[in-house]
């Protein structure tokens, strides 16, 4: 039976555990540095091995490490636990900067185990539609794409101050940039690799936070689209939504409506494709992929390269904030796509 340790019982680190449960894992540890986290998830989950410290975990042997602590701490936790010869999925995104990324790559490489970066929207049906029908060429070619994600941050955890949250720190690896960086990640496997990027990225409301709260980002694709997304952690009405104009006609995603449409331009009408998925599947579908990757009957969806790689959109796109100008993506080597 796989043994896997989750390192980080906030909330995603919870949604891990429990998902790994009813896929029928029972040898399960935890990490936190919090005794009231480890007391929770020992009571609620059932944990059989709860833990202050990765070294004191990683004394014992798992086939599978989940790295759900804030970004400023997944290369090193998850360095530690390749290490070990464990297997790992890091929450996105892989990190906060490039420190310790090239030593984590080999490493990787050296014990033959799997590296998979979690961007759970590779896993979300809805939006694997949208991309099945731009690589069937629904609308032709694509010339234009637009990405909203805005979310009001002291809503998300409504159980705690949201300053006291990671995503209110810098320092930690929080704010609108990283957090939201699925939006470039799920552009990147949709529309292809994006050649340079132009940002405006701050804090703009009255937040107290330190980290970021707003990002709007230009793209130039390599394909030659033009993509426009906008991240934010200070809107009141939730949206999490992409349109794409191509050549042949439209198409628009939806997150809270479910739904992709297309717009049929020779014809002028739109179909409508409707999902029922709780939020939850893309969750439970990563951690299910996870465990097939362990046990070798599948390869990462999303593998270190290719978060590297969404990671080097997040750097040049953090760059052109500071300097005002276009910058050019540079290269992961391996990405897989």
């Known amino acids: 039976m ?10 995603s680190g ?37 833990y202050g ?13 989940v790295v759900c602590t804030p970004p400023a701490f997944h290369v090193p936790v998850a360095a530690a636990a390749v290490g070990h010869g464990a297997h790992v999925l890091t929450e996105k995104p892989l990190s906060h900067s490039l420190d310790g990324v090239e030593g984590l790559q080999r490493l990787v490489k050296e014990r033959g185990v799997t590296f998979t970066t979690g961007y759970t929207y590779r896993f979300w049906p809805a939006l694997s539609r949208f991309r099945d029908l731009v690589l069937e060429g629904a609308i032709g070619r694509v010339y234009s ?5 805005s979310e009001y941050l002291p809503d998300w955890h409504p159980w705690e101050d949201y300053r006291s949250f990671y995503m209110a720190s810098k ?42 709260d707003l990002a709007e980002m ?21 949206q999490k939504s992409m349109k794409a104009i191509g050549e042949k006609g439209n198409l628009r995603w939806d997150y809270y409506r479910n739904q992709v449409e297309l717009y049929h331009g020779a014809e002028r009408r739109w179909e409508t494709f409707l999902f029922t998925d709780e939020r939850n599947h893309m969750f439970l579908e990563e951690d299910r992929h996870f465990l097939k990757c362990i046990e070798g009957k599948a390869t990462p ?4 390269e290719d978060g590297l790689q969404t990671l080097h959109c997040l750097l040049a796109a953090r760059e052109s904030a500071q300097t005002g100008r276009f910058v050019a993506v540079r290269k992961a ?4 796509g």
């Open 145 to 149: 794409v637009r990405i909203i994600f």
């Open 2 to 11: 796989t043994k896997i340790l989750i390192v980080g019982c906030g909330s």
């Open 171 to 212: 320092e930690l690896g929080g704010g609108a940039l990283l957090d939201e960086s699925h939006t470039l990640d799920f552009a990147r496997w949709i529309f292809g690799e994006v050649a340079e990027v132009a940002c405006i990225n701050g804090r703009v409301s009255n937040l107290d936070i330190s980290s970021d």
């Open 218 to 238: 230009v793209l130039r694709f390599e394909s030659g689209a033009v993509g426009n997304i906008h991240m934010d952690i200070l809107g009141r009405s939730y």
């Open 14 to 50: 919870k949604r891990h555990l429990g998902n790994f449960l009813s896929l029928g894992v029972q040898d399960i540890g935890a990490v936190d540095t919090r005794p009231d986290r480890r007391a929770e998830v020992v009571e609620r989950f059932g944990v059989k091995w709860a």
């Open 333 to 336: 080597e391996g990405v897989t």
């Open 53 to 65: 410290t990765v070294e004191e975990a990683l004394k014992e042997r798992w086939e599978g490490v």
């Open 301 to 304: 969806k999303v593998d270190l």
